[in-house]
């Protein structure tokens, strides 16, 4: 075990070392190995922010019922005490229409709209604070519907359910691109190790001669790989790392025009070590393809 551990050192180093003896074309590999994998990195973190802020908003959905114009108070009080039997009720509250155009008064955006207007077009509303989920809300709505002088019923999560579509979408697609760029990075990894092949082609030669077995030239080729990939990962991390500090100023600065203190937050320790461990595999994966395509047809003359 110990020198199969040094042996796996030794072409560790030797791969390191030769690295470093090409900074420029390191560079290169690393850079479009990052760029790739950023791509589908920073689609996939910006989902992911949108879902955690969807749900915070999920957490108490609403329900609003509008009334019929010829309801009274007798009507609107008994449908108050049989909105209350229903089941996850937390509290009820009763927007008359004149304070529901009073609020909308004081809208600096509509006070001059509302100005114009002959009589208050707004109808009576009652809104309802639940326990329940949304699906648990659109059970509820017919029921709602039925109740005698209401006119209309809104769902107040009903967004949140066309929100979580297109954050489907999203992910689908990012899942997709992610795909495409993933075999670009092994194409990528596959084309290096060629060229580390064809301009080490003599040394496999005369190794080949002096009884070097097939393991021990591979190995440094898949050290490659893996190292490149890895790099390829930490390059994508400061990539979105970057990109999210700068979104992160415009950001926050619209949404506190909002009241709200909303910003991007980077990914976890084990998401970014599931990423590095992803693209190094991805970078491994390309060597061993492209060391057994080119490996064997070098035969010592």
Known sequence: ?????????????????????????????????????ALPLGGYMLLQNLGGAARQFDGNPQISLF?????????????ETRLKQFRGVRALRFISREQALEDLQQSENLSDVIATLQSNPLPDAIVLETDSSAAELEKLEPQLKALPKVSHVQLDSAWMKRLESLLQLGRTAV????????????????NTI??????????IEVSKLIGATDAFIRRPFFHLGFIQGALGGLAALAIVYLCMHILNR????????????????????????????????????GAYMSVSRHLSGIEPR
């Open 194 to 203: 060629r060229l580390q092949i064809l301009t080490q082609k003599d040394e």
């Open 175 to 190: 899942l997709i691109l992610a795909a495409l760029l993933a075999a670009g990075l092994v194409a990528v990894t596959f």
């Open 250 to 285: 415009s950001i926050l600065e619209l949404a506190l025009l909002y009241g709200s203190h909303f910003r991007l937050s980077f990914f976890g320790f084990s998401d970014c070590l599931a990423l590095l461990a992803f693209s190094a595999t991805l970078g491994w994966l």
């Open 67 to 79: 009334l019929a114009r010829d309801a009274n108070k007798a009507d609107i009080a008994a449908l």
């Open 1 to 37: 075990m110990s020198t199969w551990l040094r042996q796996h050192w030794q072409t560790l180093s030797l791969t390191l070392r030769r690295l470093a003896r090409n900074p420029l074309g390191t560079l290169l590999n690393v850079t479009v190995i990052g760029v790739a994998l």
